[in-house]
T-cell receptor, first 115, second 114 residues
């Protein structure tokens, strides 16, 4: 079965620190990859996505992610975090063997940015 | 574009009661999904509609759960004979025909079964 692993459950950073959140998935075929963000009290929002092409994708609010096929990874990065980035971040995958219908999510990483 | 809406936002019910949730997708989105999220976990897929057809159901969706999308617009998720283990956030998402793999989520319905 497909799975998505997010190894960091809680991350605490100071403002202006760099961020990297890890995401690994288990499926070996064609995949679409996503990062979603959930700010406190808000619903899940799409942060960025990868379907094909350039493995370095840029999303909203200065976030980017790199797809490394050989490592089955799609890590999220931001060079300098802000207090407003405090949120929970979810990596998600949908895969060709399921017709790309459903998203499989990781357990999420709670990021706390201290001012 | 008003986004995906869900009603109610919170529901407290006693074990054994039936509950029904509603989801209104983004206008003209032909695909609609239901997920469930419990504390400390990511959302888990429950079921998926393309227009009015329910095309996939997860094994998580026991026979106490039923979902409909009768006219291909809004959807309802019903849980019969609720159990304490049903307590969770129930999320609805929709995606457009031109970009079917991008799912846009609603705020969810938080169910508490006492």
């Amino acid at each position: 079965a497909q799975s998505v692993s997010q190894h960091n459950h809680h991350v605490i950073l100071s403002e202006a620190a760099s961020l990297e959140l890890g995401c690994n998935y288990s499926y070996g075929g064609t995949v679409n990859l996503f990062w979603y963000v959930q700010y406190p009290g808000q619903h899940l929002q799409l942060l960025l996505k990868y379907f094909s092409g350039d493995p370095l994708v840029k999303g909203i609010k200065g976030f980017e992610a790199e797809f490394i096929k050989s490592k089955f990874s799609f890590n999220l990065r931001k060079p300098s975090v802000q207090w407003s980035d405090t949120a929970e971040y979810f990596c998600a995958v949908n895969a060709g063997n399921t017709g790309f219908q459903k998203l499989v999510f990781g357990t999420g990483t709670r990021l706390l940015v201290s001012p | 574009d008003t986004g995906v809406s869900q009603d109610p936002r919170h529901k407290i019910t006693k074990r054994g009661q039936n509950v029904t949730f509603r989801c209104d997708p983004i206008s003209e989105h032909n695909r609609l999904y239901w997920y469930r999220q419990t504390l400390g976990q990511g959302p888990e897929f429950l079921t998926y509609f393309q227009n009015e057809a329910q095309l996939e159901k997860s094994r998580l969706l026991s026979d106490r759960f039923s979902a409909e999308r009768p006219k291909g617009s809004f959807s309802t998720l019903e849980i019969q004979r609720t159990e304490q283990g049903d307590s969770a956030m129930y999320l609805c998402a929709s995606s457009p025909k031109q970009s079917p793999y991008e799912q846009y989520f609603g705020p969810g319905t938080r169910l508490t079964v006492t």
